[in-house]
């Protein structure tokens, strides 16, 4: 079999550290590929104008597979202030890199595993009814939908006529904003549409058919969003009369399951979501399974081939420029097992997945977070270890 060439996009802050530490983790497994540098963050929106550039994009377009770190994302306002001055008044709107990504390629399916590793010591633990704990099994794949929804990017501030004008139509806008100064008005939408919504909850259908499940849930508030969320249930009911029998729907309220994921987590094993519900409930079960040092994903394009993997935490800028990096490269080294499975790699996935739980169950290297310490520099003299040391560890167990 051929090299294989990934895309390997660092970005920001610890997305640097933890990309290298686990490109370390695959060599060691026998991984035997070829990494190109994806320009993508901060830097290049301050320096060109630009958080994603052209050549990056040509790279995925022509190698498929991308491995990306984290991201910077700041306001408007604070994007603008740190533009270099020969840039700023020519135009340049910051957008989110990582968004941008999704739309380009068209990476509508994401998948956030969430999996308890036995023995982690942020693992959720209940009481018991007798009055003792309980540490629940999780065992969850959330599918997100990834390029529709809030993340769409579709949105104003003062909108201009034909926008307004179409507003003021719906007789809701009409009756409780028409109050407004239009220049203090601020409108966001909520896109769905069947094509993607279908293809988002046919792949969870299949995941739970493969993995034996008999229920797919569906995380909206179509009570309330009655348009787009009414949608998406009604397509998942449909799938499942007409396609899956065997798999029922269960449609609970993305408020409620914030409550549910605490009471009962072991009763979800495969949820599907619009983007921004998808985003809330994935990373509230990551907090059952230790956090986002724990927490990875996977999105592609089932029709391109195209797809990237990242863990689902942010660039923590704070920890950067630490002498010694403190920040867990669980999730990171966790995300490129996804690849590896993506691109049919199974055994050295599998070879890694062994390894980490073995690290972890373990327990005598630990990184800040598992001992339950604050992110300061100081914690590498009081037990934890470094970013390289929980990676070498991994490597040990290979």
């Given at each position: 079999?051929?090299?294989?060439?990934?895309?390997?996009?660092p970005?920001d802050?610890?997305g640097k550290v933890?990309l290298?530490?686990t490109?370390?983790?695959?060599?060691?497994?026998g991984?035997?590929?070829?990494?190109v540098?994806?320009?993508?963050?901060?830097?290049?929106w301050c320096k060109?104008g630009n958080?994603?550039?052209d050549?990056?994009?040509?790279?995925?377009?022509q190698h498929?597979?991308?491995?990306f770190g984290a991201?910077?994302?700041k306001?408007?306002d604070?994007a603008d202030?740190?533009?270099s001055?020969?840039l700023?008044?020519k135009?340049?709107?910051?957008y989110?890199?990582i968004?941008t990504?999704?739309?380009k390629f068209g990476l509508?399916?994401?998948?956030r595993?969430?999996?308890t590793l036995?023995?982690?010591?942020?693992n959720f633990?209940?009481?018991?009814?007798?009055?003792g704990?309980?540490?629940?099994?999780?065992?969850?794949?959330?599918?997100?939908?990834?390029?529709e929804?809030?993340y769409?990017?579709?949105?104003?501030t003062?909108?201009?006529?034909?926008?307004y004008?179409?507003l003021?139509t719906?007789?809701r806008?009409?009756?409780n904003?028409?109050?407004?100064p239009r220049?203090?008005?601020?409108v966001?939408?909520?896109?769905?549409t069947k094509?993607y919504?279908t293809?988002?909850i046919k792949?969870?259908?299949?995941y739970?058919?493969k993995?034996?499940?008999d229920?797919?849930?569906v995380?909206?508030?179509?009570?309330v969003?009655?348009?787009?969320s009414g949608m998406?249930?009604?397509i998942?009911?449909e799938m499942?009369?007409?396609?899956y029998?065997n798999i029922?729907?269960e449609d609970?309220n993305?408020?409620?399951m914030m409550?549910?994921?605490?009471k009962?987590?072991?009763?979800?094993h495969?949820i599907?979501?619009?983007?921004?519900?998808?985003d809330?409930?994935?990373d509230a079960?990551?907090g059952l399974i230790?956090?986002?040092g724990?927490?990875?994903?996977?999105?592609f394009?089932p029709?391109?081939?195209?797809?990237?993997?990242?863990?689902?935490?942010g660039s923590?800028?704070k920890?950067?420029d630490?002498?010694?990096?403190?920040?867990?490269?669980?999730?990171?080294i966790?995300?490129?097992v996804l690849?590896l499975e993506?691109?049919?790699?199974?055994a050295?996935?599998?070879?890694i997945?062994?390894?980490v739980?073995a690290?972890v169950k373990?327990?005598?290297?630990k990184?800040?977070?598992?001992?339950?310490?604050?992110g300061?520099q100081e914690?590498i003299?009081?037990?934890?270890?470094s970013?390289k040391?929980?990676a070498?560890a991994?490597?040990?167990?290979?």
């Open positions: 079999m051929a090299k294989r060439t990934i895309v390997a996009m970005g802050g610890i933890v290298e530490e490109i370390r983790v695959l060599d060691a497994a991984f035997d590929a070829e990494y540098n994806g320009d993508i963050g901060w830097d290049f060109e958080p994603l550039p050549r990056t994009l040509k790279l995925l377009e498929k597979i991308g491995l991201i910077t994302s306001p408007k604070k202030a740190e533009l001055p020969e700023k008044g135009g340049h709107i910051y989110s890199p968004v990504m999704r739309q509508d399916i994401c998948m595993p969430c999996i036995p023995g982690n010591p942020l633990i209940r009481r018991a009814a007798d009055g704990s309980d540490e629940p099994v999780v065992d969850c794949m959330v599918f997100r939908q990834n390029t929804g809030l769409g990017g579709v949105e104003w003062n909108p201009h006529d034909q926008i004008d179409a003021m719906h007789p806008f009409k009756e904003f028409a109050w407004c220049p203090e008005l601020a966001s939408t909520r896109i769905v094509k919504s293809r988002i792949a969870a259908f299949e739970a058919k993995r034996g499940f229920k797919v849930t995380c909206e508030k179509p009570n969003i009655r348009e787009t998406i249930l009604k998942a009911q499942s009369k007409n396609e029998p029922w729907v609970v993305i408020d409620a409550m549910w994921l605490t009962n987590p072991e009763n979800y495969v599907v979501s619009e983007n921004m519900f998808g809330i409930v994935s079960f990551a230790g956090g986002l724990f927490a990875t994903s996977a999105q394009n029709e391109t081939g195209v797809a990237v993997f990242e863990p689902t935490h923590a800028p920890y950067a630490y002498e010694t990096s403190i920040v867990n490269p669980i999730a990171m966790l995300s490129a690849m993506h691109i049919g790699e199974d050295i996935a599998a070879k997945k062994t390894a739980a690290v373990e327990g005598k290297v990184a800040y977070d598992m001992l339950k310490m604050r300061t914690v003299n009081h037990g934890a270890a970013t040391q929980m070498d991994v490597i040990a167990k290979l």
